[in-house]
């Protein structure tokens, strides 16, 4: 039978009783009480050995003192029911009874809020760390939330022209680009006291100076008024196309606004504006005579076609005598311009209205055709105040949709300085010289428009 290492002389051999080890001759034999510390996981075994090389002896570990090594104690019967008696041994009671939950009461008295402004405007001392670390956090939650809302996607506008992708007379395909136009062309140009028509672009602009009656020494502001009323009738007893009306009242406001008229020959310039505007406009076009006729002929054909300057010794200044050569031009041949009817289809079409609706609209803006001091707005912006304030008034409620708001370019705050004074209009429609707009809009062809109440709502908003 071979013999282990152990038997070999030289071996180190780990002595119990002195806890160190010693470098012996002869027959070396471990204890079995010493088992090292990696075999204590795996059961005792009689052979079980702990070998150590003459390299321990090498680095001096013979004189060091080793840690206390745990040993394996043979379970014997006795030795068993010793352990059998601890475990049964019952648990002292105050390790029985667990402590009860201590509850500490919160009173809001000793919570303290700082208000980081308010600190910084009371002392001179800087604000303590903690509270500029809560208040960085709060605003980084802010911020994420932010970010969070931005990241929504919104909501997809409902196409309006996907009715009319086949009809070629929508012009679906470049509807949006020729608004965009319209737009660029409307902008509010014209130089006050100036001879010219404003440009822009190489295209005159389709406004005018909203004070250019200034420059009329024998015109006021009524006179307007009084002329535009006596044509929205001529207009409804022609039964004449609405384009008709809006073109006529842009003709006149462009020509007076570069050209000095008596007051004599205002009526003149009236009807030599719907008589282009039916030529520009209508496919039949009202002879000339009927001009004259329901002008009290108070002037000639001759005088409406080929009238010629006349001087007026008494006032020496030239005075123009209006015909249709010469207002066409003053307004350089330039009858395509964007009027507040232009805008009116459209913004009519991305509210999605009926025909209570489009006639409250149309009512409410050939109230402003009339007043002078709208002149101080676009025409887009007046076609939308009168879709808003018709919604309004029907409504009861500010109602503005997406929609709208995207094809008109213009939001609710925008369009409620404007809307508010034709709140002003239609409250005194019918009341005062100037109600040929009401006795219009007052029959069933139009549905008796003039009859809605007002959205006097928007009026008491006004702080």
């Known amino acids: 039978m071979v013999g282990s290492d152990e038997n070999h002389p030289g071996v ?23 088992i090292n510390q990696n075999t204590m996981r795996a059961a005792p075994h009689p052979c079980a050995v702990n070998k150590k090389g003459p390299l ?8 060091r003192i080793a840690p206390p090594v745990p040993t394996n104690r043979p379970i014997t019967r006795k030795f068993a029911a010793q352990i059998a008696g601890k475990q049964q041994q019952p648990l002292p009671e105050e390790t029985k009874k667990l402590a009860p939950p201590v509850q500490v009461p919160i009173e809001s008295e000793d919570v303290t809020i700082i208000d980081v402004d308010e600190y910084k405007a009371a002392s001179d001392s800087p604000v303590p760390m903690f509270v500029q670390h809560t208040e960085a956090m709060l605003d980084e939650i802010d911020r994420m939330d932010e970010d969070e809302m931005e990241d929504i ?18 012009v679906v395909e470049y509807i949006d680009d020729l608004y965009a136009y319209y737009k660029r062309v409307e ?18 602009s389709s406004c005018v100076s909203p004070n250019y009656m200034a420059q009329q020494s024998d015109l006021n502001e009524k006179m307007r008024g009084i002329l535009i009323d006596w044509l929205i009738e001529v207009h409804y007893k022609f039964e004449l196309m609405d384009e008709t009306l809006y073109l006529t009242v842009n003709l006149i406001d462009r020509f007076l606004a570069v050209q000095p008229v008596v007051r004599k020959k205002l009526q003149l310039v009236g009807v030599t504006a719907m008589l282009l505007a039916c030529k520009y406009e209508e496919v039949s076009v009202p002879v000339v005579e009927d001009l004259i006729l329901i002008s009290d002929k108070a002037y000639s054909r001759i005088e409406v076609l080929q009238m010629v300057n006349n001087v007026t010794n008494s006032s020496h200044f030239l005075t123009i005598i209006l015909q249709e050569k010469l207002m066409v031009n003053t307004l350089q041949f330039n009858l395509s311009v964007p009027t507040p009817y232009v ?24 109230l402003c055709l009339v007043e002078y001091e709208m ?34 370019n213009y939001s609710k705050d925008q369009l409620l300085e404007c809307s508010r004074r034709m709140v002003t209009f239609h409250q005194k429609a019918g009341t005062g010289k100037l109600t040929g707009v009401h006795r219009k809009y007052s029959t069933s062809k139009f549905g008796y428009a003039a009859r809605s109440e007002p959205a006097n709502f928007l009026l008491e908003d006004i702080i």
């Open 153 to 170: 996607p919104e909501k997809p506008v409902s196409d309006i022209d996907n009715a009319d992708k086949k009809n070629p007379l929508a």
């Open 375 to 408: 002149l101080e707005f676009r025409p887009s912006l007046l076609a939308a105040a009168a879709v808003f304030t018709a919604q309004c008034s029907l409504g009861g409620s500010k109602q503005w949709s997406q929609p709208c708001e995207r094809h008109t």
């Open 343 to 366: 805008f009116m289809r459209r913004f009519l079409k991305a509210a999605q209205t009926d025909k209570k609706l489009e006639l409250l609209s149309f009512f409410i803006i050939e």
């Open 187 to 204: 902008v509010m140009s014209a130089i006050p006291g100036s001879s010219f028509i404003a440009r822009i672009d190489g295209i005159s």
């Open 56 to 63: 321990a002896e090498n680095y001096g570990l013979s004189n």
């Open 12 to 34: 180190i051999r780990p002595l119990h009783s002195q806890g160190v080890l010693h470098a012996g001759m002869g027959h070396n034999r471990r204890v079995l009480g010493m």
